[in-house]
C-alpha cells in the first residue's frame, strides 16, 4: 500500500511549531549556560583535593552521569517536591533537571581539561610568586580552554537533543507540539520528519563546529 505524503497541513500549525522550536533553542541556552557555571564550581572546588568536599562533589556527578535523563526529569519533578515542601512547575523542573545533568558532564570537561595541563606551568606560576587564583587565571585556564572547547561544544549538541525529553513534563517544546499535532491530524509521519528536520538544522551546524574545532586543536 503506497502511502501519500503530504506536509502541506503543517503550515496551519506553524505558530505551534515556532513556539515549540524556541522553548527547545531557550531551554538549550538556558540549560548550557547554567550547567557550565555550576559545573565550573564543581571543578574548581574539586581541585582542591580535600576529601570533605570532592567526596560529595564526586556523588552528585557520578549519581547525574549515571542515571538516565527522563528518570532524573521525572523524579524532580514528582519527588523532589515532596522532600522539599516546594511544588515545582514543569517548566522549572526541567530547568534544574537538564542543569544539573549538564553541570555533572561540564564538570568533567573543566577538570579534565585543567588535569591535562602539565605540572611544570604550575611549578613555574608558582615560582613567580603567583597565588592560585591567579594562576589558573591568567596560565592555566587559557591553555585549557582550548583543548575544553571541542568537547564543551559537543555537551551542548547533547543538552539540545535532551530537550526533547521535556514533552514528558508537558513542557511545550517541539517535541510536545509534534504530539498535538498528530493528535489533531493523525498524521505522525509527516509531523516527525518535520520535527526530524528542524532538529537537523539546529544541530548540524553545532556539530560541523565542533568537528572543525577538534580538527585545528590536533593540528
Not at 585543567?114 to 613555574?124: H, P, R
Request: one cysteine or more; a positive charge.
Amino acid at each position: 500500500m503506497a502511502y501519500e505524503w503530504d506536509f502541506t497541513f503543517l503550515y496551519q500549525y506553524k505558530s505551534l511549531i515556532a513556539i515549540g522550536a524556541l522553548y527547545t533553542i531557550g531551554f538549550t541556552i538556558l540549560t548550557a549556560v547554567a550547567g557550565f557555571a555550576v559545573g565550573s564550581v564543581i571543578a574548581i572546588a574539586r581541585l582542591a583535593n580535600a576529601r570533605a568536599v570532592t567526596i560529595p562533589l564526586v556523588a552528585f556527578i557520578e549519581i547525574f552521569r549515571c542515571t538516565p535523563v527522563l528518570v532524573q526529569l521525572v523524579w524532580i519533578y514528582y519527588a523532589l517536591p515532596i522532600l522539599i515542601g516546594v511544588e515545582l512547575k514543569p517548566a522549572t523542573a526541567a530547568f534544574i533537571a537538564l542543569t544539573l545533568y549538564g553541570a555533572s558532564f561540564f564538570a568533567e570537561i573543566i577538570r579534565g581539561g585543567i588535569a591535562s595541563i602539565d605540572l611544570g606551568q604550575w611549578d613555574a606560576g608558582r615560582a613567580l610568586g603567583m597565588r592560585r587564583g591567579a594562576l589558573l587565571r591568567r596560565i592555566i585556564l587559557p591553555q585549557a580552554l582550548k583543548r575544553m572547547i571541542p568537547p564543551l561544544v559537543n555537551q551542548v549538541v547533547l543538552q539540545l537533543k535532551n530537550t526533547s525529553l521535556l514533552s514528558v513534563l508537558a513542557v511545550p517544546d517541539l517535541l510536545y507540539q509534534g504530539q498535538l499535532i498528530t493528535s489533531a491530524t493523525y498524521k505522525p509521519l509527516e509531523v516527525y520528519t518535520m520535527i526530524a528536520v528542524i532538529y537537523f538544522i539546529i544541530l548540524f551546524p553545532l556539530t560541523t563546529v565542533a568537528h572543525g574545532l577538534e580538527k585545528r586543536l590536533a593540528r
